[in-house]
C-alpha cells in the first residue's frame, strides 16, 4: 500500500496540484465549500419531510403532527438545495474576482463582481424563442412544471437548482473575465478623486455590465433561432442515453456521463437519470413484477450504485468521519453523515467539493463503474434476486436493496461489498487530498502564531 501511496505523490500529486492552483479552480472550490451550511439546512428538512417512508410503520403518526407543516419545511429544503445555481454563482464570481484582486493588485470589487456573476446568469433563465414574426417568451404548461413568461416552474425556478450549476459557473466566469477586463484596460467610468470607494467601484461596472447584457443577449439570441438556449444545450446531447439500458455496457455509458458532468458542475442526475432513465426504470420494474428479468429496473441505482448519493460518497464520507487530519473534512464528515445515509449528498459534492475538484474526481467517476458491474453480473448470475418492489430514493444502504428485491438478504450482501470497495477507491485520494488541506491549516495556524506574537 506504501508502493500505491508513493506511486500517487511523485507521480499523480504534481498534475494535480497544478491543475488545483488554476485560478478559475481554486474559485469554484471556494464556492463549494462556501455553500455547504445551504445544503446541509435542505437535507435536513428534506428528511423531516421523506419521515413516513423512511419509517413507514411510523407514516400515520408523522402525517398527523409533525409533517402538517411540511409546506414549511419544504421552503427551507428549495431555498437552500433547490437555489444551489444561485448561491454557486454568487460566490464562484465572488472568490475569483477576489483572486484577480489580490494578484493582480487589480482595483476590484468582490461584490460588483459577484453582482455582475449573478446578473449574467439571470439572463440565461428567461427562455426565448425566435420565428418568422419575432421573438416571444415560452409559454408552456404539463402536469408538474410549466414554463410561464419564458421561466421553468416545478415546485420552484427550475433553473435555481442543482441543473443550472455549470451555466452559474460558466456564467460566473465569463462576467468576471469582462470586469476583470474592462478595469485592467481602464474600460470603465472614472469618478473625481473626492467620491467615494464604494460609489466610485460601483460606477466603474456601469460599463461591464452593459458589455455583459449585450454578449448575453447575442448568445441567447443565437440558440433561441435553433428553439434552444444555454440550458437546453446540456441535455440535448444526451437523449441517446435511452437506447443503452439493456446491456451492462449501456449502463457504464450511463454513469460515467452522469458522473463526468457532475464532476463539471452539471447535476449530471438530474440531466439524465431524472429526465431519460427513470421512466424506463420505472416501466422495466412494471415488467418484472409481471415475470420479465430485466437488470436495470426500478430503484436499481440507489439501491447498489449511488451508495450515499452520486458517485457512491458515503465511502468517502466514512473516511472523513474517521480517517481525517484536517479540520474542514472532519467537520464536513460529522455534518455530512446522517443526509449521506439517506443517499443525500449534496453537502459532500459541494463541500469537499467534489466538482472541480482533480483530487476526488477520479474516485468520484470509477467508484459507480465498480458498483454496476459487482450489481450488474451478480444479478445476471443468480446470486441476488431482481428488483421488483419499488422503494423511496432515500432508503440507506442495504435496506434499500433488501425491500427492492423483495426481501433478498443478498441484496443487503451486494451493498455493502460496494460501500467497502467505495471506502477502498476513495482511501488513496482521501489521503492525499486531506493531507494537502492539513499542511495548509499547519502553514495557516503557524501564519497566525506569528502575527499574534
Same mark, same amino acid.
Given at each position: 500500500?506504501?508502493?500505491?501511496?508513493?506511486?500517487?505523490?511523485?507521480?499523480?500529486?504534481?498534475?494535480?496540484?497544478?491543475?488545483?492552483?488554476?485560478?478559475?479552480?481554486?474559485?469554484?472550490?471556494?464556492?463549494?465549500?462556501?455553500?455547504?451550511?445551504?445544503?446541509?439546512?435542505?437535507?435536513?428538512?428534506?428528511?423531516?419531510?421523506?419521515?413516513?417512508?423512511?419509517?413507514?410503520?411510523?407514516?400515520?403518526?408523522?402525517?398527523?403532527?409533525?409533517?402538517?407543516?411540511?409546506?414549511?419545511?419544504?421552503?427551507?429544503?428549495?431555498?437552500?438545495?433547490?437555489?444551489?445555481?444561485?448561491?454557486?454563482?454568487?460566490?464562484?464570481?465572488?472568490?475569483?474576482?477576489?483572486?484577480?484582486?489580490?494578484?493582480?493588485?487589480?482595483?476590484?470589487?468582490?461584490?460588483?463582481?459577484?453582482?455582475?456573476?449573478?446578473?449574467?446568469?439571470?439572463?440565461?433563465?428567461?427562455?426565448?424563442?425566435?420565428?418568422?414574426?419575432?421573438?416571444?417568451?415560452?409559454?408552456?404548461?404539463?402536469?408538474?412544471?410549466?414554463?410561464?413568461?419564458?421561466?421553468?416552474?416545478?415546485?420552484?425556478?427550475?433553473?435555481?437548482?442543482?441543473?443550472?450549476?455549470?451555466?452559474?459557473?460558466?456564467?460566473?466566469?465569463?462576467?468576471?473575465?469582462?470586469?476583470?477586463?474592462?478595469?485592467?484596460?481602464?474600460?470603465?467610468?472614472?469618478?473625481?478623486?473626492?467620491?467615494?470607494?464604494?460609489?466610485?467601484?460601483?460606477?466603474?461596472?456601469?460599463?461591464?455590465?452593459?458589455?455583459?447584457?449585450?454578449?448575453?443577449?447575442?448568445?441567447?439570441?443565437?440558440?433561441?433561432?435553433?428553439?434552444?438556449?444555454?440550458?437546453?444545450?446540456?441535455?440535448?446531447?444526451?437523449?441517446?442515453?435511452?437506447?443503452?439500458? %439493456? #446491456?451492462? &455496457? /449501456?449502463?457504464?455509458?450511463? $454513469? =460515467?456521463?452522469?458522473?463526468?458532468?457532475?464532476?463539471?458542475? *452539471?447535476? @449530471?442526475?438530474?440531466?439524465?437519470?431524472?429526465?431519460?432513465?427513470?421512466?424506463?426504470?420505472?416501466?422495466?420494474?412494471?415488467?418484472?413484477?409481471?415475470?420479465?428479468?430485466?437488470?436495470?429496473?426500478?430503484?436499481?441505482?440507489?439501491?447498489?450504485?449511488?451508495?450515499?448519493?452520486? %458517485? #457512491?460518497? &458515503? /465511502?468517502?464520507?466514512?473516511? $472523513? =468521519?474517521?480517517?481525517?487530519?484536517?479540520?474542514?473534512?472532519? *467537520?464536513? @464528515?460529522?455534518?455530512?453523515?446522517?443526509?449521506?445515509?439517506?443517499?443525500?449528498?449534496?453537502?459532500?459534492?459541494?463541500?469537499?467539493?467534489?466538482?472541480?475538484?482533480?483530487?476526488?474526481?477520479?474516485?468520484?467517476?470509477?467508484?459507480?463503474?465498480?458498483?454496476?458491474?459487482?450489481?450488474?453480473?451478480?444479478?445476471?448470475?443468480?446470486?441476488?434476486?431482481?428488483?421488483?418492489?419499488?422503494?423511496?430514493?432515500?432508503?440507506?444502504? @442495504?435496506?434499500?436493496?433488501?425491500?427492492?428485491?423483495?426481501?433478498?438478504?443478498?441484496?443487503?450482501?451486494?451493498?455493502?461489498?460496494?460501500?467497502?470497495?467505495?471506502?477502498?477507491?476513495?482511501?488513496?485520494?482521501?489521503?492525499?487530498?486531506?493531507?494537502?488541506?492539513?499542511?495548509?491549516?499547519?502553514?495557516?495556524?503557524?501564519?497566525?502564531?506569528?502575527?499574534?506574537?
Amino acid at each position: 500500500m506504501n508502493h500505491v501511496f508513493t506511486f500517487l505523490e511523485q507521480r499523480l500529486m504534481p498534475p494535480l496540484n497544478k491543475v488545483a492552483n488554476l485560478r478559475f479552480i481554486r474559485a469554484i472550490m471556494q464556492a463549494g465549500v462556501i455553500t455547504v451550511p445551504f445544503t446541509i439546512v435542505g437535507s435536513i428538512f428534506l428528511i423531516i419531510n421523506n419521515l413516513p417512508q423512511i419509517i413507514p410503520p411510523l407514516a400515520s403518526f408523522f402525517e398527523q403532527t409533525i409533517l402538517k407543516f411540511s409546506p414549511l419545511y419544504s421552503v427551507a429544503t428549495t431555498m437552500s438545495i433547490g437555489s444551489i445555481a444561485l448561491f454557486y454563482c454568487l460566490a464562484t464570481a465572488y472568490y475569483l474576482t477576489d483572486i484577480y484582486r489580490k494578484e493582480e493588485k487589480l482595483q476590484l470589487s468582490s461584490f460588483v463582481g459577484a453582482i455582475l456573476g449573478l446578473f449574467a446568469f439571470l439572463m440565461t433563465i428567461i427562455q426565448v424563442d425566435i420565428s418568422d414574426s419575432g421573438a416571444q417568451l415560452l409559454q408552456t404548461t404539463g402536469e408538474t412544471a410549466i414554463i410561464y413568461n419564458g421561466v421553468a416552474l416545478g415546485s420552484w425556478v427550475t433553473r435555481f437548482s442543482g441543473v443550472g450549476i455549470f451555466i452559474g459557473i460558466l456564467t460566473a466566469v465569463l462576467a468576471t473575465q469582462v470586469y476583470r477586463f474592462c478595469v485592467k484596460k481602464k474600460i470603465t467610468i472614472q469618478m473625481p478623486a473626492g467620491v467615494p470607494d464604494g460609489v466610485s467601484k460601483a460606477f466603474a461596472s456601469l460599463i461591464p455590465a452593459i458589455i455583459i447584457a449585450f454578449l448575453m443577449i447575442l448568445i441567447n439570441g443565437c440558440l433561441a433561432v435553433f428553439h434552444t438556449d444555454l440550458h437546453g444545450l446540456l441535455s440535448k446531447p444526451f437523449e441517446f442515453v435511452k437506447d443503452l439500458t %439493456g #446491456s451492462w &455496457l /449501456g449502463i457504464i455509458v450511463i $454513469m =460515467l456521463l452522469i458522473h463526468l458532468l457532475w464532476a463539471i458542475g *452539471v447535476h @449530471g442526475t438530474a440531466v439524465i437519470k431524472n429526465s431519460f432513465i427513470n421512466p424506463i426504470l420505472l416501466v422495466a420494474l412494471t415488467e418484472n413484477i409481471d415475470g420479465a428479468t430485466n437488470i436495470f429496473a426500478g430503484d436499481f441505482v440507489n439501491m447498489y450504485i449511488f451508495i450515499g448519493g452520486a %458517485g #457512491s460518497t &458515503l /465511502g468517502l464520507v466514512l473516511l $472523513m =468521519l474517521f480517517r481525517a487530519k484536517s479540520q474542514q473534512l472532519k *467537520v464536513l @464528515g460529522k455534518a455530512a453523515i446522517l443526509p449521506g445515509l439517506f443517499n443525500i449528498n449534496e453537502p459532500v459534492i459541494f463541500g469537499a467539493p467534489i466538482v472541480y475538484n482533480p483530487y476526488l474526481i477520479i474516485p468520484f467517476i470509477v467508484t459507480p463503474l465498480i458498483n454496476v458491474t459487482i450489481a450488474y453480473f451478480a444479478t445476471s448470475f443468480g446470486f441476488v434476486a431482481k428488483v421488483i418492489t419499488g422503494i423511496p430514493w432515500i432508503s440507506p444502504v @442495504g435496506i434499500g436493496a433488501f425491500l427492492g428485491t423483495g426481501g433478498d438478504f443478498r441484496g443487503i450482501l451486494i451493498a455493502i461489498l460496494n460501500l467497502l470497495i467505495s471506502v477502498v477507491c476513495y482511501y488513496p485520494f482521501f489521503r492525499m487530498y486531506d493531507s494537502k488541506l492539513f499542511a495548509e491549516q499547519q502553514a495557516n495556524e503557524a501564519e497566525a502564531t506569528l502575527h499574534d506574537q
